[in-house]
């Protein structure tokens, strides 16, 4: 079992910044293999940001030069660091965590960028 819980959301001026934690707990073999997603009220689960097999940034094209991933092995804790916020990035962002066929979700952290 592995347990996850996401903070630093919160509610942002469009051009902001923010940064997301997603801290892991449980049975953990490795942290690169959560990923960021998010879900705007009406719309499907968007993929946001995960890690590629070689310890890279992956990116949705929806994000890709605003949002950057990073991780903590020492804290079992994943960030997302976001800038260049736009109202478009409202959301839940919620973190992932999938090995073989098993999948653990987090609560998800509110996002909203407005003026």
């Known amino acids: 079992q592995v347990q996850l819980v996401e903070s630093g959301g919160g509610l942002v001026q469009p051009g902001g910044s923010l940064r997301l934690s997603c801290a892991a707990s449980g049975s953990i073999i490795s942290i690169n293999v959560i990923a960021w997603y998010r879900q705007a009220p009406g719309k499907q689960r968007e993929f946001v940001a995960g890690f590629t097999s070689g310890g890279r940034g992956n990116y949705g094209d929806s994000v890709k030069g605003r949002f950057t991933l990073s991780s903590d092995n020492a804290k079992n804790t994943v960030y997302l660091q976001m800038n260049s916020l736009k109202p478009e990035d409202t959301a839940v962002y919620l973190c992932?965590?999938?090995?073989?066929?098993?999948?653990?979700w987090g609560q998800g952290t509110q996002v909203t960028v407005s003026s």
């Open positions: 992932n965590y999938a090995r073989a066929s098993y999948s653990s």
